[in-house]
């Protein structure tokens, strides 16, 4: 059995998250989906596990999770990428199963596949599928709310 993982915040959830999940989920045999939250993001962690909980309810093979981290821990921006991606993939083979392959669309996900001793896979759609920032998405969610899924858009009460 081949295990994939993903990594993002989800704030929000939408089609670019997706279009990696369902790349991830093409190559692998269980994905496991880590929600990180920190206590100083606007959307709640649980909240966020939720919609990916809803979003892939008839898939079996994902699993959601939610990994809380103290806003400190990753706050250092003089610290790099390959130092924070180093700290993240200590925690992750703690708590975790065996990883097989991360996916992501950006370049820690190479230096997590090192520190986790997998495969690493960069698929870089999800930024051309999204070409807007998240933060965007949050302000005014009746304006993108084609870009989210269906768990989201009740969260913001919005329809596309």
């Not at 400190?72 to 708590?95: C, F, G, H, P, T």
């Not at 230096?111 to 998405?137: H, T, W």
């Given at each position: 059995m081949k295990r994939g993982l993903v990594i993002g915040k989800f704030l929000p959830?939408?089609?670019?998250?997706?279009?990696?999940?369902?790349?991830?989920?093409?190559?692998?045999?269980?994905?496991?989906?880590?929600?990180?939250?920190?206590?100083?993001?606007?959307i709640p962690g649980e909240v966020r596990l939720e919609w990916l909980k809803q979003t892939y309810a008839d898939d079996s093979r994902v699993k959601p999770v939610l990994l809380s981290y103290d806003e400190a821990m990753a706050?250092?921006?003089?610290?790099?990428?390959?130092n924070m991606s180093r700290l993240w993939a200590s925690y992750?083979?703690?708590?975790?199963?065996?990883?097989?392959?991360?996916?992501?669309?950006e370049s820690y996900g190479a230096?997590?596949?090192?520190?986790?001793?997998?495969?690493?896979?960069?698929?870089?759609?999800?930024?051309?599928?999204?070409?807007?920032?998240?933060?965007?998405?949050?302000?005014?969610p009746a304006l993108y709310a084609h870009l989210l899924p269906q768990a989201v858009k009740e969260y913001y009460k919005v329809q596309a």
């Amino acid at each position: 059995m081949k295990r994939g993982l993903v990594i993002g915040k989800f704030l929000p959830l939408h089609i670019g998250h997706q279009a990696l999940i369902g790349y991830a989920l093409e190559h692998c045999d269980e994905l496991i989906i880590v929600v990180g939250a920190s206590d100083d993001e606007p959307i709640p962690g649980e909240v966020r596990l939720e919609w990916l909980k809803q979003t892939y309810a008839d898939d079996s093979r994902v699993k959601p999770v939610l990994l809380s981290y103290d806003e400190a821990m990753a706050s250092d921006a003089a610290v790099s990428i390959e130092n924070m991606s180093r700290l993240w993939a200590s925690y992750l083979k703690k708590q975790l199963p065996h990883i097989d392959v991360i996916f992501a669309s950006e370049s820690y996900g190479a230096y997590m596949g090192r520190f986790l001793d997998c495969e690493s896979v960069i698929y870089e759609e999800p930024c051309k599928v999204v070409p807007v920032a998240a933060e965007r998405i949050r302000e005014e969610p009746a304006l993108y709310a084609h870009l989210l899924p269906q768990a989201v858009k009740e969260y913001y009460k919005v329809q596309a």
